[in-house]
């Protein structure tokens, strides 16, 4: 008879891995100390773990952790296939238990099938880990303007010890408002970049690492001339990504891409430009805080006026303060310039996104904003613009009905409301 092989009991390695992934420490607390770890220590290392887990892994960070947890994320990476995490972390750490675990378990996923090599080790350091010459570029995407000028990039770059992803919003106004994210692994990176892209509610636009980085340093600069203060991420990122190839070619200024005297002068593509907010991209298109103010003051004065006036003569007014919404949204030479370059942008985004119809009623709509003699009412575009988000006059009317009512009934003026004037959702 054969010698009876002895059950393999799972290592605390195992055992950590298999808590990690449940977020819950159970009773590792006593094994942990004859590892080395005192409970303090065990406590914050594993609690950061699980941070980890929950952000994506950052081999710069995962490195910081005690030798037992480093090597417990190696198992998880095995158990995932990440050949690349496992990769980035022996290639960085200082520790010959967490390379030689690496290599074994790069070792047993071989022999498997599965087409991993064991990857050059480059230096302990994490400034010493290089991006490899072969790396090629990865997309980032850009979200359209918003109505108040602002857009999303999500920038993506292979640097030290994986891929640096940043989400960053930049708004027209302001400059570079935020620039949040980090380095993840890459198996981690293609999940985050396959769940973004078939999100169905996510319109974007594929643009180089030139274009991102070029558009985010035209809003740092926005954010130097109005003296507003640069987010620590931001200034913390630059270090960390490189500088953008040099021969990328630069796309058209939005400007150029239409011809202002044919477009902008053609009446049918005017008219038709009211039908972008049927557009999900000019969903958030609303009028701004300022002119929803002002029609809600002046409404506010027809229904607490003391001249005894009937409702067809309230609604007479109310909608000559809807038709003259407009006019407030797009008073001033500066707030005109302001919304053409927006639909400019969005002009070259839709022409990007191969809708080169819609792309032509932006850019008329845009155009329009500037031509002499142009009067607000006459652009259907911010006429709907406007109208998409107030009541109806006779709704508005038929509300201060209500609140007469609720006056006389009750012997006080109930207080002010601009539910009576907005849309409900």
Same mark, same amino acid.
């Given at each position: 008879?054969?010698?009876?092989?002895?059950?393999?009991?799972?290592?605390?390695?195992?055992?950590?891995?298999?808590?990690?992934?449940?977020?819950?420490?159970?009773?590792?607390? &006593?094994?942990?100390?004859?590892?080395?770890?005192? #409970?303090?220590?065990?406590?914050?290392?594993?609690?950061?773990?699980?941070?980890?887990?929950?952000?994506?892994?950052?081999?710069?960070?995962?490195?910081?952790?005690?030798?037992?947890?480093?090597?417990?994320?190696?198992?998880? $990476?095995?158990?995932?296939?990440?050949?690349? @995490?496992?990769?980035?972390?022996? &290639? *960085?750490?200082?520790?010959?238990?967490?390379?030689? !675990?690496?290599?074994?378990?790069?070792?047993?996923?071989?022999?498997?099938?599965?087409?991993?090599?064991?990857?050059?080790?480059?230096?302990?350091?994490?400034?010493?880990?290089?991006?490899?010459?072969?790396?090629?570029?990865?997309?980032?995407?850009?979200? #359209?303007?918003?109505?108040?000028?602002?857009?999303?990039? =999500?920038?993506?770059?292979?640097?030290?010890?994986?891929?640096?992803?940043?989400?960053?919003?930049?708004?027209?106004?302001?400059?570079?408002?935020?620039?949040?994210?980090?380095?993840?692994?890459?198996?981690?990176?293609?999940?985050?970049?396959?769940?973004?892209?078939?999100?169905?509610?996510?319109?974007?636009?594929?643009?180089?690492?030139?274009?991102? =980085?070029?558009?985010?340093?035209?809003?740092?600069?926005?954010?130097?001339?109005?003296?507003?203060?640069?987010?620590?991420?931001?200034?913390? !990122?630059?270090?960390?990504? #490189?500088?953008?190839?040099?021969?990328?070619?630069?796309?058209?200024?939005? /400007?150029?891409?239409?011809?202002?005297?044919?477009?902008?002068?053609?009446?049918?593509?005017?008219?038709? $430009?009211?039908?972008?907010?049927?557009?999900?991209?000019?969903?958030? =298109?609303? #009028?701004?805080?300022?002119?929803?103010?002002?029609?809600?003051?002046?409404?506010?004065?027809?229904?607490?006026?003391?001249?005894?006036?009937?409702?067809?003569?309230?609604?007479? @007014?109310?909608?000559?303060?809807?038709?003259? !919404?407009?006019? &407030?949204?797009?008073?001033?030479?500066? /707030?005109?310039?302001?919304?053409?370059?927006?639909?400019?942008?969005? $002009?070259?985004?839709?022409?990007?996104?191969?809708?080169?119809?819609?792309?032509?009623?932006? !850019?008329? $709509?845009?155009?329009?904003?500037?031509?002499?003699?142009?009067?607000?009412?006459?652009?259907?575009?911010?006429?709907? *613009?406007?109208?998409?988000?107030?009541?109806?006059?006779?709704?508005?009317?038929?509300?201060?009905?209500?609140?007469?009512?609720?006056?006389?009934?009750?012997?006080?003026?109930?207080?002010?409301?601009?539910?009576?004037?907005?849309?409900?959702?």
């Amino acid at each position: 008879m054969g010698k009876k092989r002895r059950k393999r009991t799972a290592s605390f390695e195992d055992r950590l891995a298999i808590q990690l992934k449940a977020g819950d420490p159970a009773k590792l607390e &006593s094994e942990a100390q004859k590892a080395g770890l005192d #409970p303090e220590q065990f406590d914050g290392a594993f609690k950061e773990g699980c941070a980890l887990l929950e952000k994506g892994t950052d081999p710069r960070k995962l490195i910081g952790l005690p030798v037992a947890f480093q090597v417990a994320f190696v198992k998880l $990476a095995e158990e995932e296939e990440d050949d690349d @995490q496992i990769g980035d972390l022996m &290639s *960085m750490t200082d520790s010959g238990v967490v390379k030689k !675990a690496s290599k074994r378990a790069l070792h047993r996923m071989r022999s498997r099938g599965l087409d991993v090599s064991v990857h050059e080790e480059t230096g302990s350091s994490v400034l010493e880990r290089r991006v490899l010459p072969e790396d090629p570029d990865l997309p980032c995407y850009l979200s #359209p303007i918003s109505g108040n000028g602002s857009r999303i990039i =999500w920038l993506a770059r292979y640097v030290r010890g994986g891929v640096g992803v940043f989400q960053v919003e930049l708004n027209d106004d302001e400059g570079l408002v935020s620039f949040s994210g980090g380095t993840i692994g890459r198996s981690r990176y293609r999940d985050l970049s396959r769940d973004m892209l078939d999100d169905p509610e996510q319109v974007l636009l594929e643009i180089t690492y030139a274009e991102a =980085w070029r558009r985010i340093a035209q809003a740092v600069s926005r954010s130097r001339e109005t003296s507003r203060p640069l987010p620590d991420d931001y200034l913390d !990122a630059k270090n960390t990504l #490189p500088e953008p190839k040099k021969d990328v070619p630069t796309p058209p200024e939005p /400007r150029s891409l239409f011809d202002p005297d044919k477009i902008g002068q053609n009446q049918d593509l005017l008219r038709e $430009a009211a039908e972008l907010h049927d557009l999900e991209e000019f969903s958030d =298109w609303m #009028p701004d805080e300022d002119t929803l103010k002002i029609v809600h003051s002046k409404i506010e004065e027809v229904e607490s006026s003391q001249v005894a006036i009937n409702d067809r003569q309230k609604m007479e @007014q109310v909608q000559k303060i809807l038709d003259q !919404a407009v006019e &407030s949204l797009l008073e001033g030479q500066e /707030r005109r310039e302001r919304y053409q370059n927006r639909l400019l942008e969005m $002009a070259e985004y839709l022409h990007r996104t191969d809708r080169p119809k819609p792309a032509q009623k932006a !850019a008329a $709509a845009a155009f329009q904003l500037t031509r002499e003699g142009f009067s607000p009412p006459d652009s259907p575009f911010f006429d709907r *613009m406007t109208r998409k988000l107030f009541r109806s006059a006779e709704e508005i009317v038929g509300e201060m009905q209500e609140n007469d009512k609720s006056k006389k009934g009750k012997n006080k003026k109930p207080e002010s409301d601009p539910g009576n004037l907005i849309v409900p959702p």
